[in-house]
């Protein structure tokens, strides 16, 4: 996207580069639950790749310069840059290396640099490459800042990415001439590394075509005046349509429509459109309305806004031109959400029908002149809807004074998302920033505002609830002159002077109903510019948990993640994708609504889910259905204590053999053991398993109470109370039998006490609760666990008489009161 | 067990103990706080200012490594908390110069509640505790019990090695799995090896 910009010829003078620092049941095997399964699981890193950005525009003529702004959307990671500027013909000079922190701007002045490296590309122009490394296209928002240093005209040029498809594709825009003096560039560039032929197309409003040819060498760029054509082809009027069309390599071209006039102080830019072939209503009708939309959401009324700052009496003169760029009829409404000083509203616009390549102008300072829209209304909000398909209609939105020397103006765009990086805002004496968010949906959200400063170190962050069209205004000059707080209570510094943002629809990170806008308004020339953020979406999901393991008969949850193309952040995004889960097989698992699985019987099967997401695309982010699918492994385990008779026997049997220093026998039950000097109970733990007995873990914990009385050397009792808790009480290898082929697991214990109390003296009598867990993880899948509990009370007479009768092993917990 | 520490001593007997003058940071406190130490009422405060300032002051720890051992060579008396936190400042602040005192009582059972796994893990037996954590300066010692040692001496050195779990244990358990005469603890070393 571009923007007009004006700039302070002070500021054009910067240096090259300077940051502007900116299965817990008793018997079943159970799950954990779906919160902790969200925080265990995790995504593998996204290998960075070699990727390439490109900006159709830089001139360093006489009088012009190119400022290229560079901001890192990672989180986590520098991100290194290195531009290479492209000459008409296609020639290439790579620039140094820039290295650019998460969340930082940084600007590079192309002549300072190119003085440095390679002084043959002042006097001429073409277009940028950037190049770099990194998991996702969208880790880089950039754009790039021409400017007319002795006229203070600027325009403003987002980069983009190629779209490599060969098909058939082409740029629309609509051509404005509003004076006979201003001068027009018609930029076409060439992004790849083959020719590219094209058909370039002039119409007047009423649809008259006139056709030329126009070839690109490899990375070459053209530039026309598009009032020379228009003239030499017998075209007439003030405005009117403009297309270039390849019939293949569609995608790598690319434009921008620059005007501008010098005597008049009057610059503007003239959006141009992708139009491709095969682009369908569901990947642009991000609201879900089955139609298509187009937003500009910052027009400037009759009455400017006081922010802006034109001299007093100022009155602009707010238009729309709104072009079909087919072949047949189509039908076109219009609604505006106004903004005055006091008071905001919703009017119904005119109903347009526009016939083949038709283009028409809308007179917007006449309707405020008939009071369809208030007189004293400053800004407005458009909405345009049509029946025709996605990117059959384009539009302007232009808002000058008369002698074109004061206005504004404000793009249309179709995209909603559910995150926006911005660029540059500036706050100082001469200059201030206007961002607008709006709801482009059909249901309440609650909209993020994020101000990222000090090299992106540090941020500032606002909420609010936005109803359907309804926008938040943020005055950056404002918060920091008047000290707002943010949400957290955090304050801007006073002597903040400019930044980055960005916006968040807070309510939905799938596709998000989010529209944004920026002006920056310079107060020494009475120019407001507006600048556009790049949409944030995900280019990759996983299911959490491939293979999922599931018990058999109980559940497990699965769910999905995304990869941020922005942050380079995995994302849960499960929502997205409730309602649309089902399985290979459903005699082996079921799965519900929200993505709960249920194992029905031991085996494997196949998940799978769908769900909408935005997916990133060279220029822009759509609306995609997604379809991740992965492994189920219904799994089971059971666990199950013996307390008396002997070990278990059979195939296979427990070969485990109790220890003779802490016991006294080799089968099960209670025993009083002199040897060791200890009161004991044998036990024996089982696990089946449905798979294998080498593929788990195991484990065990106890908590309990041991109470009771020792005796001195001189005979004297002493009472003695203490709580157990023991959570690591895990059987050591030496003690478990676990066979690789089968599927039964052993482990022995001997839980009790000794005859002493410490080594304070022995004991004379005791009672102890010892309340186990004991638990088997599968390593395979490792949400997967089946517990089981079971006690040992053991009671101990004065006179330290072993109590058999009132001693105790089973299933279950014991009381600790007593 | 006198007997034992009697055998025992040759393999530890290359271990320096010199006496050692404090310097001249923390003379007189490390003095007193041993002195405390071997008070009941005074002894786990102790205890715990002797551990930080052993941590951070090496000439603290060379004190405490020429006057603990006398001091655990005794053996749990009539109040066994001050010998109990003896045990404890050897073992967490690694004094090798302990490992003779501390392997005489190797057989020492501590009492108190008990699993199988808080025995393998010497939950009961904090002098064979502190030799594990002392590591590799008491492999020699604890290879000289699990080998001559009484029944359950040689259980708990097992268990001991098989905690420090360093190459050097590794291979002293493997030396010593096929001589051992218990079978129950023949076979919690071959289970352990084999588990490793």
């Not at chain 1, 990375?219 to 003239?231: D, M, N, P, Q, V």
């Not at chain 1, 944004?516 to 999901?541: I, L, Q, R």
């Not at chain 1, 080799?666 to 007995?693: R, Y």
């Not at chain 1, 066979?739 to 214990?749: A, R």
């Given at each position: 996207?571009?923007?007009?910009?004006?700039?302070?010829?002070?500021?054009?003078?910067?240096?090259?580069?300077?940051?502007?620092?900116?299965?817990?049941?008793?018997?079943?095997?159970?799950?954990?639950?779906?919160?902790?399964?969200?925080?265990?699981?995790?995504?593998?890193?996204?290998?960075?790749?070699?990727?390439?950005?490109?900006?159709?525009?830089?001139?360093?003529?006489?009088?012009?310069?190119?400022?290229?702004?560079?901001?890192?959307?990672?989180?986590?990671?520098?991100?290194?840059?290195?531009?290479?500027?492209?000459?008409?013909?296609?020639?290439?000079?790579?620039?140094?290396?820039?290295?650019?922190?998460?969340?930082?701007?940084?600007?590079?002045?192309?002549?300072?640099?190119?003085?440095?490296?390679?002084?043959?590309?002042?006097?001429?122009?073409?277009?940028?490459?950037?190049?770099?490394?990194?998991?996702?296209?969208?880790?880089?928002?950039?754009?790039?800042?021409?400017?007319?240093?002795?006229?203070?005209?600027?325009?403003?040029?987002?980069?983009?990415?190629?779209?490599?498809?060969?098909?058939?594709?082409?740029?629309?825009?609509?051509?404005?001439?509003?004076?006979?003096?201003?001068?027009?560039?018609?930029?076409?560039?060439?992004?790849?590394?083959?020719?590219?032929?094209?058909?370039?197309?002039?119409?007047?409003?009423?649809?008259?075509?006139?056709?030329?040819?126009?070839t690109l060498q490899p990375r070459g760029t053209a530039r026309?005046?598009?009032?020379?054509?228009?003239?030499?082809?017998?075209?007439?009027?003030?405005?009117?349509?403009?297309?270039?069309?390849?019939?293949?390599?569609?995608?790598?071209?690319?434009?921008?429509?620059?005007?501008?006039?010098?005597?008049?102080?009057?610059?503007?830019?003239?959006?141009?459109?992708?139009?491709?072939?095969?682009?369908?209503?569901?990947?642009?009708?991000?609201?879900?309305?089955?139609?298509?939309?187009?937003?500009?959401?910052?027009?400037?009324?009759?009455?400017?806004?006081?922010?802006?700052?034109?001299?007093?009496?100022?009155?602009?003169q707010p238009q729309l031109f709104v072009r079909n760029t087919?072949?047949?009829?189509?039908?076109?409404?219009?609604?505006?959400?106004?903004?005055?000083?006091?008071?905001?509203?919703?009017?119904?616009?005119?109903?347009?029908?526009?016939?083949?390549?038709?283009?028409?102008?809308?007179?917007?300072?006449?309707?405020?002149?008939?009071?369809?829209?208030?007189?004293?209304?400053?800004?407005?909000?458009?909405?345009?809807?049509?029946?025709?398909?996605?990117?059959?209609?384009?539009?302007?939105?232009?808002?000058?004074?008369?002698?074109?020397?004061?206005?504004?103006?404000?793009?249309?765009?179709?995209?909603?998302?559910?995150?926006?990086?911005?660029?540059?805002?500036?706050?100082?004496?001469?200059?201030?920033?206007?961002?607008?968010?709006?709801?482009?949906?059909?249901?309440?959200?609650?909209?993020?505002?994020?101000?990222?400063?000090?090299?992106?170190?540090?941020?500032?962050?606002?909420?609010?609830?936005?109803?359907?069209?309804?926008?938040?205004?943020?005055?950056?000059?404002?918060?920091?002159?008047?000290?707002?707080?943010?949400?957290?209570?955090?304050?801007?510094?006073?002597?903040?002077?400019?930044?980055?943002?960005?916006?968040?629809?807070?309510?939905?990170?799938?596709?998000?109903?989010?529209?944004?806008?920026?002006?920056?308004?310079?107060?020494?020339?009475?120019?407001?510019?507006?600048?556009?953020?790049?949409?944030?979406?995900?280019?990759?999901?996983?299911?959490?948990?491939?293979?999922?393991?599931?018990?058999?008969?109980?559940?497990?949850?699965?769910?999905?993640?995304?990869?941020?193309?922005?942050?380079?952040?995995?994302?849960?995004?499960?929502?997205?994708?409730?309602?649309?889960?089902?399985?290979?097989?459903?005699?082996?698992?079921?799965?519900?609504?929200?993505?709960?699985?249920?194992?029905?019987?031991?085996?494997?099967?196949?998940?799978?889910?769908?769900?909408?997401?935005?997916?990133?695309?060279?220029?822009?982010?759509?609306?995609?259905?997604?379809?991740?699918?992965?492994?189920?492994?219904?799994?089971?385990?059971?666990?199950?204590?013996?307390?008396?008779?002997?070990?278990?026997?059979?195939?296979?049997?427990?070969?485990?053999?109790?220890?003779?220093?802490?016991?006294?026998?080799?089968?099960?039950?209670?025993?009083?053991?002199?040897?060791?000097?200890?009161?004991?109970w044998n036990v024996e733990i089982q696990a089946n398993v449905?798979?294998?007995?080498?593929?788990?873990?195991?484990?065990?914990?106890?908590?309990?109470?041991?109470?009771?009385?020792?005796?001195?050397?001189?005979?004297?009792?002493?009472?003695?109370?203490?709580?157990?808790?023991?959570?690591?009480?895990?059987?050591?290898?030496?003690?478990?039998?676990?066979?690789?082929?089968?599927?039964?697991?052993?482990?022995?214990?001997?839980?009790?006490?000794?005859?002493?109390?410490?080594?304070?003296?022995?004991?004379?009598?005791?009672?102890?609760?010892?309340?186990?867990?004991?638990?088997?993880?599968?390593?395979?899948?490792?949400?997967?666990?089946?517990?089981?509990?079971?006690?040992?009370?053991?009671?101990?007479?004065?006179?330290?008489?072993?109590?058999?009768?009132?001693?105790?092993?089973?299933?279950?917990?014991?009381?600790?009161?007593? | 067990?006198?007997?034992?520490?009697?055998?025992?001593?040759?393999?530890?007997?290359?271990?320096?103990?010199?006496?050692?003058?404090?310097?001249?940071?923390?003379?007189?406190?490390?003095?007193?706080?041993?002195?405390?130490?071997?008070?009941?009422?005074?002894?786990?405060?102790?205890?715990?200012?002797?551990?930080?300032?052993?941590?951070?002051?090496?000439?603290?720890?060379?004190?405490?490594?020429?006057?603990?051992?006398?001091?655990?060579?005794?053996?749990?008396?009539?109040?066994?908390?001050?010998?109990?936190?003896?045990?404890?400042?050897?073992?967490?602040?690694?004094?090798?110069?302990?490992?003779?005192?501390?392997?005489?009582?190797?057989?020492?059972?501590?009492?108190?509640?008990?699993?199988?796994?808080?025995?393998?893990?010497?939950?009961?037996?904090?002098?064979?505790?502190?030799?594990?954590?002392?590591?590799?300066?008491?492999?020699?010692?604890?290879?000289?019990?699990?080998?001559?040692?009484?029944?359950?001496?040689?259980?708990?050195?097992?268990?001991?090695?098989?905690?420090?779990?360093?190459?050097?244990?590794?291979?002293?358990?493997?030396?010593?799995?096929?001589?051992?005469?218990?079978?129950?603890?023949?076979?919690?070393?071959?289970?352990?090896?084999?588990?490793?």
């Amino acid at each position: 996207m571009l923007a007009p910009f004006r700039f302070e010829v002070a500021r054009a003078f910067r240096l090259v580069i300077f940051a502007l620092t900116t299965l817990a049941s008793t018997n079943a095997p159970a799950q954990e639950s779906n919160a902790r399964q969200k925080q265990l699981h995790s995504q593998p890193p996204v290998d960075a790749v070699d990727q390439e950005q490109f900006v159709a525009y830089w001139t360093l003529e006489g009088g012009w310069g190119s400022e290229l702004q560079l901001r890192n959307n990672m989180v986590a990671a520098d991100l290194i840059i290195t531009p290479a500027l492209r000459s008409p013909d296609g020639a290439e000079t790579a620039l140094s290396p820039v290295t650019v922190h998460p969340q930082e701007i940084k600007i590079i002045d192309l002549e300072s640099a190119v003085l440095a490296t390679a002084p043959r590309y002042l006097g001429t122009y073409g277009s940028v490459v950037l190049r770099y490394h990194s998991p996702a296209n969208r880790n880089l928002f950039a754009m790039l800042m021409i400017h007319d240093r002795g006229h203070s005209i600027a325009f403003h040029i987002d980069a983009t990415g190629e779209d490599e498809n060969t098909a058939p594709a082409g740029r629309e825009g609509i051509w404005w001439l509003p004076n006979e003096t201003a001068t027009d560039q018609l930029v076409v560039t060439n992004q790849s590394a083959h020719p590219v032929q094209a058909d370039l197309s002039f119409y007047d409003s009423a649809g008259r075509e006139a056709k030329q040819t126009l070839t690109l060498q490899p990375r070459g760029t053209a530039r026309l005046s598009a009032r020379e054509l228009i003239r030499a082809n017998g075209l007439s009027g003030a405005f009117g349509g403009l297309r270039i069309f390849a019939p293949s390599h569609g995608g790598s071209l690319d434009s921008v429509h620059l005007l501008y006039d010098e005597t008049a102080s009057f610059s503007a830019f003239l959006k141009m459109f992708d139009h491709g072939a095969n682009t369908t209503l569901e990947e642009r009708d991000f609201a879900h309305t089955k139609t298509w939309t187009l937003r500009a959401p910052m027009l400037a009324l009759s009455q400017p806004d006081p922010a802006l700052a034109f001299p007093e009496g100022t009155t602009l003169q707010p238009q729309l031109f709104v072009r079909n760029t087919m072949g047949k009829t189509v039908d076109i409404s219009l609604r505006f959400n106004w903004r005055g000083v006091s008071a905001i509203g919703k009017t119904a616009g005119p109903s347009l029908r526009l016939g083949p390549f038709e283009t028409q102008r809308i007179d917007v300072a006449a309707l405020q002149a008939s009071n369809s829209l208030p007189k004293d209304a400053a800004w407005t909000s458009v909405t345009l809807t049509t029946n025709s398909r996605p990117e059959e209609v384009v539009a302007l939105a232009v808002s000058y004074d008369k002698t074109l020397r004061y206005g504004a103006q404000t793009p249309f765009s179709d995209q909603l998302a559910f995150e926006w990086v911005g660029s540059l805002w500036e706050y100082d004496v001469q200059h201030n920033s206007l961002i607008t968010a709006g709801n482009g949906g059909t249901k309440p959200v609650r909209a993020g505002f994020t101000i990222y400063y000090n090299g992106g170190t540090q941020k500032y962050e606002l909420e609010q609830a936005l109803q359907p069209d309804e926008q938040m205004w943020i005055d950056v000059g404002k918060l920091i002159r008047e000290q707002v707080p943010d949400k957290n209570g955090k304050l801007l510094p006073q002597d903040l002077t400019s930044g980055s943002y960005a916006l968040r629809d807070l309510s939905d990170k799938f596709i998000g109903s989010l529209y944004e806008g920026k002006v920056v308004y310079d107060k020494t020339f009475g120019h407001v510019t507006y600048g556009c953020a790049g949409c944030c979406a995900y280019s990759t999901t996983q299911l959490h948990f491939s293979p999922l393991g599931i018990p058999l008969l109980s559940t497990a949850d699965n769910g999905v993640d995304a990869y941020d193309t922005c942050s380079s952040w995995w994302e849960p995004v499960d929502e997205s994708f409730y309602g649309n889960w089902t399985t290979g097989s459903t005699a082996i698992a079921t799965v519900s609504y929200y993505g709960t699985h249920t194992g029905q019987a031991v085996g494997a099967t196949t998940s799978y889910t769908s769900g909408y997401l935005l997916h990133p695309t060279p220029r822009t982010c759509s609306n995609v259905l997604r379809s991740p699918q992965g492994s189920d492994n219904v799994v089971s385990a059971t666990i199950t204590v013996h307390f008396t008779g002997s070990k278990t026997v059979g195939t296979p049997g427990d070969g485990l053999t109790f220890p003779s220093n802490s016991t006294c026998s080799q089968n099960l039950g209670l025993f009083n053991c002199t040897g060791p000097g200890a009161w004991v109970w044998n036990v024996e733990i089982q696990a089946n398993v449905s798979d294998d007995a080498s593929k788990w873990t195991t484990r065990q914990s106890y908590t309990g109470r041991s109470k009771g009385n020792w005796k001195d050397s001189s005979g004297v009792l002493h009472a003695f109370d203490d709580p157990l808790n023991v959570p690591n009480d895990n059987p050591l290898s030496g003690f478990v039998q676990q066979t690789s082929g089968t599927t039964v697991i052993f482990w022995i214990d001997a839980p009790g006490h000794y005859y002493n109390y410490g080594t304070s003296g022995p004991i004379d009598s005791l009672t102890q609760v010892q309340n186990f867990t004991s638990t088997v993880c599968s390593t395979v899948n490792p949400n997967i666990c089946s517990s089981k509990a079971w006690y040992l009370k053991l009671v101990v007479k004065p006179g330290a008489v072993l109590d058999a009768t009132n001693s105790a092993a089973a299933f279950g917990t014991a009381s600790t009161n007593f | 067990m006198y007997k034992l520490a009697a055998r025992v001593a040759i393999a530890v007997v290359l271990i320096p103990v010199a006496r050692l003058e404090l310097g001249a940071q923390n003379p007189q406190q490390a003095q007193q706080l041993l002195a405390r130490l071997q008070s009941a009422q005074s002894s786990d405060e102790a205890t715990e200012k002797l551990l930080r300032l052993g941590s951070s002051d090496p000439n603290v720890k060379q004190y405490l490594a020429s006057h603990l051992p006398a001091i655990l060579i005794k053996g749990p008396r009539d109040s066994s908390q001050p010998w109990m936190n003896a045990v404890r400042l050897a073992g967490e602040l690694k004094i090798a110069e302990a490992v003779p005192a501390l392997t005489k009582w190797i057989g020492l059972n501590t009492g108190g509640p008990l699993t199988l796994a808080q025995e393998g893990r010497l939950e009961t037996n904090a002098p064979a505790k502190a030799l594990v954590q002392i590591g590799n300066p008491a492999i020699p010692a604890l290879s000289a019990v699990v080998n001559h040692g009484s029944l359950s001496e040689r259980w708990n050195s097992a268990y001991a090695l098989n905690l420090i779990r360093t190459p050097q244990a590794k291979a002293v358990l493997r030396d010593h799995v096929s001589r051992e005469p218990d079978p129950s603890l023949r076979q919690f070393i071959q289970r352990s090896i084999n588990g490793e």
